[in-house]
């Protein structure tokens, strides 16, 4: 058992100890001597709470401070009983009650129990009340604040201005915040309630005295009144100072709130920081004391202090300032003379969005821009929807692009780019409307298609006319998304990829176990992935894409092929998603004399498939296509074209180059109930 093993079991056992002593003492009678000790260590104890609560920089770093309440009153209540007994059984409660009647109490019964009610005033009316308040008020507001914080780490962490690890524990600071105030709102009540029962009990020991004395001792009223009154005042002063102190440092724990601070520090700074001040409370004084019956010397020589101390102030924040330029100065300098850290401009984010002056509005919370909250919505869109994280999206000012231009960089190569007008909206023709409204024409930059640019004061009447109106943040966001589907492939690494096995490992090892690495790698399981994303296709259903793998893998390590089997395992999910559950679904079909062709001309290699089609006759099979496809866009449909399972993979990468939206599905990827109407037949 190591040192630090042994201390920390003291340490337990002495807080047992503390704890079980307060219960023996209101059962078992102590002696006066050790009364005087438990008196003195609990007065110690309550210094101690109140200093440490006074330095403590953040509230947070005495977390357990209701706790040490709760345990703290119980002792006192215990030492008020043992007390008690010994000043009513044996008229001798100790030298340390003894002083506090005879020497705070000035040895008089009267001037005893005005002190003691001063004590108590105070405590009740002051301390206890304010501190009762600002606890009930801080609990509150720190709970519907929890919304609010959890939103601004999320746009933080959106954002890159901080790690995962640190959006933890930020995360958790305000979990602990919000328990701790929650549970000083509650404690306070033992601080009220300790004063209240100190209260109580001198009460009850003066009766208690005098019939002690008149009953038992043979005493007269004044004599008993005097005999035991002065003990019972001395024992409520000596209590009575710990709950002030206790009180005082519930006060000041609360009242410092959440935030992080040198107590002394910061105090001083904050009252005597500000030389203005310093000089007209000076000037005050010394006026007092020169034009009023006030002391002279004593006011005219505390305006002076004042005065000199405000002077020295102005002179400390001077050179402050001045050395503050002087530093600046050269660490820009040393900054132009070191060599160029090369390492930091080596980092390539992942997606990136770029934007003008003009657009910092939109980002900017503290203007009521929402955009890093679609950011966030972002992700989670495309989590539920495709099954993979979408990583970090950086936002970033650019003072070289136009004010209201932003553009999409994939891996730090630009995509895509937009413009937008800040005051305005974009109203676009659904196609079946026919009042025309003024604008400034421009084209939604998601799909290009015709759009006019409208002010405020049009937006309604344009959504009564029955164009679809959308505001700036939502063109942005709309944006984002369609250029983070269309990349979601390459976005997705062999790290993710890893991450996504581990999270199927927790439930599933055994699938996991029998896959990889001893039927697949991780990098050849990433390939299936990303050809299923670059197809629309979710990846959510890891179970079922696991389980296929693991049935095919061991005949074939083509990862191409492994996709085909994976996505008529995904059938149900494809044709959800691509056909219309109860209705006919128009498409077109793959003629055979060209699937045979494109058979034909497959060509195997260690690396994988490729077609040796002629060019010529690739060019005719794609003209073909556009054709056929450009009747389904005509009818406003998705443009579907159906093939058999061996082709489809073939003719999808044929195609895909130059048709970006077309959706190739093989007949084995179609549920029997499924409708289809074939609309043309792609045949040269």
Do not use: C
């Amino acid at each position: 058992m190591t040192a630090k093993t042994i201390r920390a079991r003291i340490l337990d056992y002495g807080i047992a100890i503390y704890v079980v002593a307060a219960f023996i003492m209101m059962i078992i009678p102590i002696p006066a001597v050790l009364m005087d000790i438990l008196l003195a260590f609990d007065m110690a104890l309550a210094f101690t709470i109140m200093f440490t609560s006074m330095f403590a920089r953040e509230a947070l770093d005495m977390s357990l401070y209701p706790t040490v309440l709760l345990i703290r009153t119980v002792f006192g209540i215990s030492l008020n009983v043992s007390s008690t007994r010994l000043i009513l059984a044996d008229g001798e409660p100790g030298q340390v009650i003894r002083v506090f009647g005879n020497f705070v109490g000035a040895g008089d019964l009267v001037i005893g129990v005005i002190v003691y009610i001063i004590f108590v005033i105070v405590q009740f009316v002051v301390i206890n009340k304010g501190s009762e308040r600002v606890s009930e008020v801080t609990a509150r507001f720190t709970l519907d604040a929890m919304p609010g914080k959890q939103m601004a780490i999320d746009a933080d962490l959106n954002t890159g201005a901080i790690t995962d690890k640190e959006a933890a524990e930020r995360r958790m600071k305000i979990q602990e915040e919000a328990s701790f105030f929650g549970a000083m709102d509650g404690a306070t009540k033992y601080v009220k309630g300790d004063a209240t029962a100190g209260l109580i009990i001198t009460g009850i020991n003066i009766v208690g005295g005098i019939a002690m004395g008149v009953l038992r001792r043979g005493m007269d009223v004044n004599t008993a009144l005097e005999t035991y009154a002065i003990f019972t005042i001395g024992d409520g002063l000596v209590s009575a100072i710990p709950s002030i102190l206790i009180s005082l440092a519930t006060g000041l724990l609360v009242t410092k709130g959440a935030k992080e601070a040198d107590f002394g520090k910061v105090l001083i700074h904050q009252l005597f920081g500000m030389p203005k001040t310093m000089y007209l409370v000076g000037a005050i004084i010394a006026f007092l004391g020169i034009f009023s019956p006030l002391p002279n010397v004593l006011y005219v020589a505390l305006g002076l202090i004042f005065i000199i101390g405000g002077r020295s102030i102005q002179a400390t924040i001077e050179v402050a300032e001045t050395e503050g330029e002087v530093a600046e100065e050269e660490s820009s300098a040393e900054e132009i003379r070191q060599p160029e850290n090369v390492n930091s401009l080596l980092q390539v984010d992942p997606i990136e969005l770029e934007f003008g002056y003009g657009i910092i509005p939109l980002a900017d919370v503290n203007q009521g821009g929402d955009l890093l909250d679609r950011v966030v919505m972002i992700r989670r869109q495309i989590a539920l929807e495709l099954g993979t994280v979408v990583p970090i999206i950086r936002l970033r000012d650019n003072i070289q692009l136009n004010p209201n231009q932003y553009i999409i960089k994939i891996k730090g190569i630009q995509i895509s780019e937009g413009e937008i007008l800040f005051d305005h909206y974009m109203a676009m023709n659904p196609g079946h409307v026919e009042d025309e409204i003024t604008g400034i024409p421009t084209y939604e930059p998601s799909f290009h298609l015709p759009a006019i640019w409208i002010t405020e004061s049009q937006r309604e009447r344009a959504e009564s006319l029955g164009y679809t109106v959308v505001d700036p943040p939502s063109i942005i966001a709309t944006h984002l998304t369609e250029i983070i589907r269309q990349h979601i492939a390459e976005l997705l690494t062999r790290q993710d990829v890893q991450n996504l096995v581990n999270n199927l490992r927790e439930n599933h090892q055994a699938l996991v176990e029998e896959l990889t690495p001893k039927l697949m790698g991780l990098g050849e399981i990433e390939k299936v992935l990303q050809n299923l994303l670059r197809e629309g296709v979710s990846i959510r259903d890891l179970v079922t894409i696991f389980e296929t793998l693991a049935d095919y893998a061991p005949s074939t390590h083509d990862t191409d092929i492994l996709t085909e089997y994976v996505r008529q395992a995904l059938k149900r999910a494809i044709y959800l998603k691509f056909f219309e559950a109860n209705d006919t679904t128009s498409v077109v079909t793959l003629d055979p004399a060209i699937e045979q062709e494109i058979m034909a001309s497959v060509k195997q290699t260690e690396t994988g498939a490729y077609l040796t089609l002629d060019p010529e006759r690739t060019r005719a099979i794609l003209s073909a296509t556009g054709k056929e496809v450009k009747k389904l866009e005509d009818f406003g449909k998705t443009p579907i074209v159906m093939t058999s399972p061996i082709v489809r993979m073939y003719f999808k990468k044929m195609t895909e180059d130059y048709y970006r939206d077309l959706v190739v599905i093989s007949y084995s990827e179609v549920e029997p109930g499924i409708e289809l109407q074939s609309v043309g037949m792609i045949s040269v």
